[in-house]
């Protein structure tokens, strides 16, 4: 089955720098890529998703590309700020309208942004 | 905008007892998937349930498991007789099929503590 592996596990920024999560799968049928933002003790929320038709996509500070060549795909957040402190996800799915695609999840990023 | 519920956000029970664990998933969502988190490792996938059955589930998900939707909003998930090892997050998550039908969302969890 697919196998998501997330690097790092902890990732400590400056206000205002950049951070890059990475994320690996095994599965080249997988086709969609969400990333999910957990703060403590609230639900995962998605952030940013991508489908394996495109090779990135942007929305505001938070970018995600993908090489599926390679079996990669990030998560790029610029101009960090507090509230970006959470841990963060990727999962890899088979994604279709009607099929089940449940998801396998990366090991989770904590970030930490320092003010 | 709706949201996934699930009650309790916390339960204890002692070793071999039941528990039910209650999701409200969202009301024109057809697709419903339980996940769970043993803290500091993946969430891991345990079942999905589509028009009435079960579509898909996963090795942890043996005969101590089930789940029912027994009125048409509720998704529970049962485990008969519980384990230590059963201690973790379990996420409820549902999903649509028109707009963005790949994007399960998920509910904040239940904590269930196994003494």
């Known amino acids: 089955g697919e196998n998501v592996e997330q690097h790092p596990s902890t990732l400590s920024v400056q206000e205002g720098d950049s951070a890059v999560i990475k994320c690996t799968y095994s599965d080249s049928a997988s086709n969609y890529f969400p990333w999910y933002k957990q703060e403590l003790g609230k639900r995962p929320q998605l952030i940013i998703d991508i489908r394996s038709n495109v090779g990135e996509k942007k929305d505001q500070r938070i970018a995600v590309t993908l090489n599926k060549t390679a079996k990669h795909f990030s998560l790029h957040i610029t101009e960090t700020q507090p509230e970006d402190s959470a841990v963060y996800f990727c999962a890899a799915s088979i994604g279709a309208l009607y099929n089940f695609n449940k998801f396998y999840f990366g090991s989770g990023t904590k970030l930490n942004v320092k003010p | 905008e709706p949201e996934v519920t699930q009650t309790p956000s916390h339960q204890v029970t002692q070793m071999g007892q039941e528990v039910i664990l209650r999701c409200v998933p969202i009301s024109n969502h057809l697709y419903f998937y339980w996940y769970r988190q043993i803290l500091g490792q993946k969430v891991e996938f345990l079942v999905s349930f589509y028009n009435n059955e079960i579509s898909e589930k996963s090795e942890i998900f043996d005969d101590q498991f089930s789940v029912e939707r027994p009125d048409g909003s509720n998704f529970t998930l049962k485990i008969r007789s519980t384990k230590l090892e059963d201690s973790a997050m379990y996420f409820c998550?549902?999903?649509?099929?028109?707009?963005?039908?790949?994007?399960?969302?998920f509910g904040p969890g239940t904590r269930l503590t196994v003494t």
């Open positions: 998550a549902s999903r649509g099929t028109s707009g963005r039908f790949n994007e399960q969302y």
